[in-house]
């Protein structure tokens, strides 16, 4: 009885270390991109593992998409990756010809359909 009272505790301990492992790990790299401008989500928020993301599509410059503008023409050698997009865009004040909203909508979707690779539609990136 007591060599099976061991095998037992010795089961639970390997189960539970396997799900602690198991639940470290797929939490390792999620990231969503999120704003603090928007105060009310309409949607949830995109799920995006950004260095997987970069792989993935073979970007290695992060200017590729945290860009900088001077003057109306992009600056090659600048990134706004410590920014949020809401720094430089605003949210539909009507002044901006590219509202926050319509900038990640263009950003993101306009690359994808170009390389015709990555999601399109509304419930591909906002996933509930």
Do not use: W
Not at 59 to 69: A, G, R, S
Request: some cysteine; overall charge negative; glycine content about 4%.
């Amino acid at each position: 009885m007591e060599k099976r009272t061991v095998m037992v505790y010795i089961v639970i301990t390997l189960l539970v270390f396997s799900f602690a492992v198991i639940s470290g790990f797929s939490q390792e790299d999620v990231s969503t991109i999120q704003d603090s401008a928007f105060k009310e989500k309409m949607r949830p928020p995109v799920r995006f593992l950004h260095d997987e993301h970069n792989e993935t599509a073979l970007i290695e410059e992060c200017n590729t998409c945290h860009h900088v503008y001077e003057e109306g023409e992009k600056a090659e050698d600048e990134s706004s990756e410590d920014m949020e997009c809401s720094e430089c865009h605003a949210l539909d004040d009507g002044k901006n010809p590219m509202s926050l909203v319509k900038i990640y909508h263009v950003r993101c979707k306009r690359c994808h359909q170009e390389k015709k690779a990555g999601p399109v539609m509304c419930g591909e990136c906002h996933v509930k």
